[in-house]
């Protein structure tokens, strides 16, 4: 089993910033984030492995960064450049499997709203 906590959600204006945080009870080899919006299905956002080969969704190349801290058991998310398409609900997730596929592990959320 792992548990994941989440924080670092709030609400910002366009172009703005946010760093989110994903701390884990126990190592993972795989983390990720994924976001679900009102209404929409969940959808990756990013992953890292142990060895930190990452991952990126097209429609956040360039803008969100996803690193992990392996001696903390903490995975983050830099979101640079933020539109109001990235209002969602962000979720860590992990799995002891990589490539990950549909993740065994999830947290609760943090919400993230961006206004213009």
């Known amino acids: 089993q792992v548990q994941l906590v989440e924080s670092g959600g709030d609400s910002v204006q366009t172009g703005g910033s946010l760093r989110l945080s994903c701390a884990a009870s126990t190592y993972s080899h795989c983390m990720g984030w994924f976001r679900q919006a009102p209404g929409k299905e969940r959808v990756r956002v990013g992953t890292?492995?142990?060895?930190?080969?990452?991952y990126y969704a097209d429609s956040v190349k360039g803008r969100f960064t996803v690193s992990r801290d392996n001696a903390k058991n903490t995975m983050y998310l830099q979101m640079n450049s933020l539109k109001p398409e990235d209002t969602a609900m962000y979720y860590c997730?992990?799995?002891?499997?990589?490539?990950?596929?549909?993740?065994?592990?999830w947290g609760q959320g943090t919400q993230v709203t961006v206004s213009s």
């Open positions: 997730a992990a799995d002891f499997i990589c490539p990950m596929g549909w993740p065994a592990y």
């Open positions: 890292i492995t142990a060895t930190k080969i990452t």
